[in-house]
C-alpha cells in the first residue's frame, strides 16, 4: 500500500497526526490503571496492598515538597538523585497533579520525537507510523502512563536524542540533564555509541572521527553528575548507592524470570533489534553493537527489579533495526513492519517485576484495555475498595485509634469521594475528635447522598441530642425506624431511644 499524498504532507502534520493517533490507539488497547491514582500521597502504612501505580507517588510528592531530603525506604531510594524535576517543580510551586502529570507529557514528547526523526529518515508513513507504534507499546510508555512519578518516558527521550542528535548541542545537553533525571542513562551510554555507528538515521555509518566527538560530547555532558554523585558516595555525604545495593543480590530473579520480563519490555520489538545487529554494514561493527547492546540490557536488568520496564531502555535498537531494514530491504519491510507493530497491539502485555529478598520471587501485572479497566472502576478489587478501608476505618476506631481511623477514612473518600458511609463515618469522626459542627455537615451531606442509611441517621439522632436539637433527634431516630430492617441487631436499643427522646419532649 502506497501513501503518496500522505507521503507529501508537511512533517509537522504527519508527527502531529501520527503521534496524537499512535497515543490514543495504544491507551485504548493498554489502559494504565487510573482507579488506583487517588490513592496517591496517602500514607502508605494504611494501604491494604502497595501497588506501584501510587507506591513512589508517596516518596515523590514529599520530595517535591523538599529536594533535599533523604529517602529511607527501600525501593524508592534511589530517586534521592534524581532532583531534575524535583528542583523545578519546587521552586516553581508546582501544583501535586502538575508535578504527577510531567511522565505523561514526557510520553507524548518521546512518540512525537520517534515518529519526527523516523519521518525524517524515510519520508514514508508506513514505517513512521509502525515504528512509532512499537515505540508506543514497550514497557517504558506502559510504565510511565500509569506508574505515577515514574519518568521513564523523559529517559527514553534523552537516549533518543543521543542516539539519533544530529548536532552536538543536542549530544551535549541530553547527556548533562538526563542523569538527574535518572541515573540509568549513564548505563545506556554504550548503547548509545553502538546505534549511532549503525548510522541507521543517515545514508551510510558514521566516521571513526564522528563517533568520536559524540563520544566526546556524551562524556562531556555526564560528567558534572558523575562527579558531584562519585564525590558525595566517597565521602558519605549521601551513600545512596552503597545503601541500595548492600542488601540487594546481583540478579533479581531467576534467569528464566529475567527473560519473560526482556521480552515485556519490547515484545516483537526484538525482531527489529535483532535486525540492527544483523544488518550491521561489517562483521566487526555487527559484533560490538550486539555486545554494547546486550551490556546495556543487561546491567540495566540487574539494578532494578522492573524486569520488563528496564529491557524498554534498549529502544533505540528497534527504532535503528526499522530503519536499517528500511533502508537495505524496503520491499521486504514494507512487508514485515505493518504486521509487527499490529501484533504489539494485539498480544498481551505485562509488567513483570522481580521480588528478591521474598518467597513470591516475582510477580506479574497484565496491562489491560481501557475497557477492562473503565469495568474495575465500578468494580474494584479490595485494595482500591471503599468499603474496604471503611470497615477498616471503624475497626481502628472501635479499637482506640482515632487517628488510624481518620487515615483509613481518608483512603475510603479518595478512592469515592461520594460514597455515603464512609462520608458518614467521617462526620463521627469529626464529631468525636471535637469538631461537632463539621462532623454535623458531614453527617448531613451523607444523609443527603443516601438517604437510607439508617445507622447514619441515628448516629446523627444521638448527636443531635448532645447537642440540645432534640426535636431534630427524634426525627432522625423515626425515619431511621422506619428505614431500618425489623431484624437489625440493634432495634431495640433504637427504639428505647426514640421512646426516651419522645418522653422529653412531650410527644
Given at each position: 500500500m502506497r501513501f503518496d499524498r500522505v507521503n507529501s504532507w508537511p512533517a509537522t502534520r504527519v508527527v502531529a497526526l501520527t503521534g496524537t493517533g499512535v497515543v490514543l490507539l495504544t491507551?485504548?488497547?493498554?489502559?494504565p490503571r487510573f482507579w488506583l491514582w487517588p490513592a496517591a500521597g496517602a500514607p502508605l502504612g494504611d494501604i491494604v496492598a502497595l501497588q506501584p501505580e501510587f507506591h513512589r507517588a508517596f516518596h515523590a510528592l514529599r520530595q517535591l515538597a523538599d529536594p533535599w531530603q533523604r529517602i529511607d525506604d527501600p525501593v524508592n531510594r534511589v530517586i534521592e538523585w534524581r532532583l531534575f524535576w524535583p528542583v523545578i517543580g519546587h521552586y516553581l510551586a508546582l501544583p501535586p497533579a502538575w508535578y504527577l502529570a510531567l511522565p505523561h507529557i514526557g510520553c507524548l514528547a518521546t512518540v512525537f520525537a520517534t515518529a519526527g526523526l523516523v519521518w525524517r529518515s524515510t519520508r514514508d508513513l508506513l514505517p513512521t507510523v509502525a515504528l512509532t507504534v512499537l515505540a508506543a507499546t514497550s514497557s517504558w510508555f506502559f510504565v510511565?502512563?500509569?506508574?505515577?512519578?515514574?519518568h521513564d518516558s523523559w529517559l527514553i527521550l534523552a537516549i533518543l536524542l543521543a542516539c539519533f542528535g544530529r548536532h552536538g548541542a543536542t549530544l551535549l545537553l541530553a547527556a548533562l540533564v538526563a542523569p538527574w533525571i535518572d541515573e540509568r542513562f549513564l548505563l545506556s551510554l554504550p548503547l548509545c555509541l553502538a546505534v549511532r555507528a549503525l548510522g541507521a538515521d543517515r545514508p551510510s555509518p558514521p566516521t571513526r572521527g564522528e563517533l568520536l566527538k559524540a563520544a566526546g560530547l556524551l562524556l562531556a555532558g555526564i560528567a558534572p553528575y558523575a562527579a558531584v554523585r562519585l564525590g558525595c558516595e566517597l565521602s558519605g555525604f549521601r551513600a545512596t548507592s552503597s545503601r541500595y545495593w548492600g542488601d540487594r543480590p546481583l540478579l533479581p530473579a531467576p534467569i528464566?524470570?529475567?527473560?519473560?520480563?526482556?521480552?515485556?519490555?519490547?515484545?516483537?520489538?526484538?525482531?527489529?533489534?535483532?535486525?540492527?545487529?544483523?544488518?550491521?554494514p561489517r562483521d566487526r561493527l555487527r559484533r560490538i553493537s550486539a555486545a554494547f547492546v546486550l551490556l546495556a540490557v543487561w546491567v540495566s536488568?540487574?539494578?532494578?527489579?522492573?524486569?520488563?520496564?528496564?529491557?524498554?531502555?534498549?529502544?533505540?535498537?528497534?527504532?535503528?533495526?526499522?530503519?536499517?531494514?528500511?533502508?537495505?530491504?524496503?520491499?521486504?519491510?514494507?512487508?514485515?513492519l505493518p504486521w509487527l507493530g499490529a501484533g504489539n497491539l494485539l498480544l498481551p502485555a505485562q509488567h513483570i517485576i522481580a521480588a528478591p529478598g521474598t518467597t513470591a520471587l516475582w510477580h506479574s501485572v497484565p496491562v489491560l484495555s481501557v475497557t477492562a479497566e473503565l469495568e474495575r472502576v465500578g468494580n474494584p478489587p479490595d485494595f482500591a475498595n471503599p468499603d474496604t478501608y471503611n470497615r477498616r476505618s471503624i475497626d481502628h476506631l472501635q479499637n482506640g485509634h482515632p487517628d488510624r481511623a481518620l487515615a483509613a477514612n481518608e483512603i475510603a473518600l479518595r478512592f469515592a469521594p461520594r460514597h455515603a458511609k464512609s462520608i458518614a463515618n467521617r462526620g463521627i469522626l469529626f464529631f468525636l475528635s471535637g469538631r461537632r459542627d463539621e462532623g454535623l455537615r458531614e453527617l448531613d451531606r451523607a444523609l443527603g447522598l443516601s438517604p437510607a442509611l439508617y445507622d447514619a441517621r441515628l448516629q446523627r439522632a444521638s448527636f443531635r441530642q448532645q447537642m440540645g436539637n432534640l426535636v431534630g433527634a427524634l426525627e432522625d431516630a423515626r425515619q431511621a425506624l422506619r428505614d431500618m430492617p425489623p431484624d437489625w441487631p440493634r432495634r431495640q436499643g433504637a427504639e428505647q431511644f426514640e421512646r426516651a427522646l419522645a418522653s422529653q419532649i412531650g410527644r
Open positions: 491507551i485504548t488497547c493498554f489502559s510511565s502512563t500509569g506508574w505515577l512519578a515514574y528464566w524470570v529475567m527473560g519473560w520480563g526482556l521480552w515485556n519490555g519490547l515484545r516483537l520489538g526484538w525482531v527489529l533489534l535483532a535486525c540492527s545487529v544483523l544488518l550491521a536488568l540487574c539494578v532494578a527489579d522492573d524486569l520488563s520496564r528496564s529491557a524498554s531502555v534498549a529502544l533505540p535498537a528497534v527504532i535503528a533495526g526499522g530503519l536499517v531494514l528500511w533502508r537495505d530491504s524496503p520491499d521486504r519491510a514494507r512487508r514485515l
